[in-house]
């Protein structure tokens, strides 16, 4: 998913994770409102794929950070988007204060979260019923992932792709990338 205000890194990471495994993924960005997005620098613009009333079926959803989350949180068709295709989804990964997007749907409530360092405490206020992991790049709750903030959605991902194809595959990515991973 990408929005207006999105840390480039946070969606731009996974993003190069999947698509370097084109034998498992065929990745395309998702919009809420417009198909033209202004990153959180606004030193990019990015055209996506779809708009959420067009999506096509997926299986995982990345939900990035930045300070356009703060829209997301008061965007009643993102939340109930996120709500109904969560069901279908084999894993929903946020990245950064993504996890506050999943926090307001209450996918949280009684799971593991993380984010940026610098969002820690507020994340902690924000989702009561969640238990904030300070000492965490990444969680996994099973179906939900959360991931501290930008770069760590890069290990986050290639996480997932260890765990649904194995070391060696996510291994390969990472050299492919020139990414020294990192573990949770």
């Known amino acids: 998913m990408i929005f207006s205000g999105v840390e ?28 033209q997005v202004i990153t959180g620098t ?16 997926f299986d995982i959803l990345v939900i990035p950070g930045g300070d356009g989350t703060r829209s997301l949180l008061r965007n009643k068709s993102v939340i109930s988007f996120i709500i109904e295709r969560e069901k279908e989804a084999e894993i929903i990964l946020s990245v950064c204060t993504g996890s506050y997007v999943l926090a307001r749907t209450g996918l949280l409530d009684g799971l593991e979260t993380t984010t940026h360092h610098s969002e820690l405490d507020n994340l902690e206020k924000f989702a009561p019923k969640s238990k904030v ?13 959360c991931a501290a903030g930008v770069s760590s959605g890069i290990d986050a991902s290639l996480y997932v792709i260890e765990r649904l194809h194995g070391k060696e595959r996510a291994d390969r990515i990472a050299d492919y990338i020139e990414h020294i991973r990192r573990e949770s």
């Open 8 to 35: 480039i890194l946070d969606f731009a990471g996974p993003y190069e994770v999947f698509a370097s495994d084109r034998d498992h993924f065929e990745v395309f960005t998702i919009a809420p409102n417009s198909v």
């Open 42 to 57: 606004g030193a990019m613009k990015v055209t996506a794929d779809y708009l959420l009333d067009h999506c096509p079926k």
């Open 133 to 145: 992991r300070r000492d965490k790049r990444y969680v996994d709750n099973g179906k939900i992932i």
